[in-house]
Structure formats: C-alpha cells, structure tokens
C-alpha cells in the first residue's frame, strides 16, 4: 500500500513505496529501480542498508536457535530434530526415579494404569526419538509427588505392548529423553 508522503525535491514527488518506475517518473529514476526493500534508491536507509539489517537479524535469530552451530536446539512441539543423534543420553532403570521404576513394572505386566492416557499413542512430533511407523510407540505417566495434575514426568516405549526394552524416559514433557538401560 502506498503512503502519500511526499518529502521534499529530493523525491521529485514519489511516495514512500514506489520504485520510481510509475509513469511521469524521470529516465534517471526509472534506471535507478527499486531495492528488495521497495524503496527508492534516494529514500532514507535504502535498501542495502535494510537488507544488511534483515540479514544481521536471522543470523543472529539462527544463533541463538543454535542452527547450524551444532549447538544443542530448543524442542518445540513441531520442530524436527535429527532422530539419528537426538537421543544420546542414557539412564539405568537403577538411576529412576522409584515412581518411574514402578510405571515400568505396570507397562510390563500391562497394567493396569493409574491415568485415562496411559498407554495412548505417542506421535514424536519433536522428532527427538528415533522415527517409527505411526503407533510405534506409546505414552505412559510418571507420577510426581505433590503435582495437582499429570506432571512432567513421562516413559515413552516403543514396539508391542508389555515390551520395555525399548523405552526413554522424559522428565520435561518431551523436552528431552533418555534411553533406558538395564
């Protein structure tokens, strides 16, 4: 949208927003074009100054996201991690907590579970466990002492029900996970 503001001679009547390229434009300005920014090349910052900025801007936005730093990159429900290297951690069944060991010994004995969710399908949309088939693998509540609702605390198996060879355990709601060992 074009804002009429005319400056000054400097602009030679062209608004903020225009290339120059309109009719009654003279043959310098309609050479001179626009920047990606839209601006005209004489208007206030011009476009390379605009672009340098946009560009300090996603670098420094990339940095602190850790892309392509090989830092370590916040989870978000969506974002997609390299599920080859995202689980690296591990934690023996010893090092659990007693509640976590005792969500074990249900999914193995298969139940039955103290939460309505247990046992649902765990879509790994963070991408942080290895990828499986959809209903590979599936979610299960450690309880937190003292917590008013399900808590943070999870245990994600995957393959068939009763099986807990292949489990991680989450105590960020999926923020991270550890493979647990025997």
Do not use: W
């Amino acid at each position: 949208m074009t804002r009429k503001t005319a400056r000054g001679p400097e602009h030679n009547g062209l608004y903020d927003g225009s290339c120059g390229n309109e009719n009654g434009a003279s043959p310098a300005r309609r050479r001179a074009g626009c920047g990606s920014s839209g601006r005209t090349a004489r208007s206030k910052g011009g476009g390379g100054a605009l672009r340098r900025k946009a560009t300090a801007l996603i670098v420094a936005v990339a940095a602190v996201a850790g892309l392509g730093s090989g830092g370590v990159e916040a989870r978000s429900h969506h974002r997609h991690a390299d599920a080859a290297s995202a689980v690296t951690a591990t934690i023996a069944v010893s090092a659990l907590p007693a509640q976590a060991v005792d969500t074990l010994h249900l999914i193995a004995a298969g139940g039955p579970f103290p939460y309505e969710k247990d046992g649902v399908v765990f879509g790994n949309f963070e991408r942080i466990l290895p990828q499986q088939r959809r209903g590979y693998y599936h979610e299960y509540t450690v309880p937190t002492p003292d917590a008013h609702n399900r808590g943070a605390k999870r245990i994600v198996c995957g393959g068939p029900p009763k099986q807990i060879d292949h489990c991680y355990y989450s105590d960020d709601h999926y923020a991270s996970f550890k493979r647990i060992v025997e």
